[in-house]
């Protein structure tokens, strides 16, 4: 897979074979509501090795709104007890990507009540595409990432 250039879901879903341990695709489009900047969102399979659920969000923003787009990504973990999420987002508006790990670690307050730590939406990420630096993102995702 390269990532200096446009996401393609079909390269994407081979690169997973390799990169993600026991990886079992499930296409399937989903629905999640209140979403801020995002338009659709595609579910593309899992880990259950890994305890990892693999999305591909499409959104409409022009640039490249990593916090808009992280919190559109917890909402749709919150759809169900999802806490490990390899998020693809692509922009219906330029060639540009993002690849994020997304985590939610379920935490007791003060209070005795449950809430969540969420990832940094600024970290774990990486910016790809035609526009993209990319030597350290193929360092970890295509050099020592996968078998």
Known sequence: MKLDQKYNRDEFLVFLKSFVPAFDKDIRRISPDRLKVSKEVSYLGKSEE???????????STSDARVSLAMDGFRVMKLSPIYRALVVYKSENCDDWRLSLM????????????GQTLSNPRRFSYFLGPNAKVKTPTKYLIDQGGD
């Open 103 to 114: 985590t939610a670690t379920p935490t007791v307050n003060q209070k005795g009540g449950v």
């Open 50 to 60: 890994l305890d990892l659920e693999i999305f591909e969000v499409t959104h409409s």
